[in-house]
């Protein structure tokens, strides 16, 4: 199924993943998006276990379309060792995050059992 009108978008979410060993350079990676984006996006909790469908610790950042390029081509060329996780916001969840989900770095597999109940 093609989708020519990309308006069911109304959002789009980054997840930046990490671990134990990596929590520090996200955190400092989370600083350098604070910095550069300001009030344009909105950064969530930083979470250090699973939550959700994120099989790993994460952070989100939420941002309207209008900001895509330049978040996403600048995470694409700064994200160094860490994985993003990116998806749109259509108010169909488990295809947002399943079949219409975009990897910058190592993709994971997501727990998407609470999708399809």
């Known amino acids: 199924m093609t989708h020519p009108d990309t308006s069911p978008i109304q959002t789009w979410h980054a997840h930046i993943y ?3 060993a990596t929590r520090d350079v996200a955190w400092q990676f989370r600083e350098q998006i604070a910095t550069r984006f300001g ?5 969530g909790r930083f979470h250090e276990k699973p939550v959700g469908p994120h099989p790993k610790w994460s952070y989100q950042l939420a941002f309207e379309r209008a900001q895509f390029a330049d978040i996403v081509e600048w995470l694409t060329l700064n994200h ?4 993003v996780f990116l ?3 259509t108010g169909d969840p488990l295809r947002d995050h399943r079949d219409a989900a975009v990897w910058i770095g190592h993709s994971h597999e997501l727990v998407l059992d609470n999708f399809m109940a």
């Open 18 to 20: 990490f671990d134990a």
């Open 39 to 43: 009030d344009t996006l909105q950064l």
């Open 87 to 89: 998806h749109p916001n």
């Open 80 to 83: 160094g060792a860490l994985d």
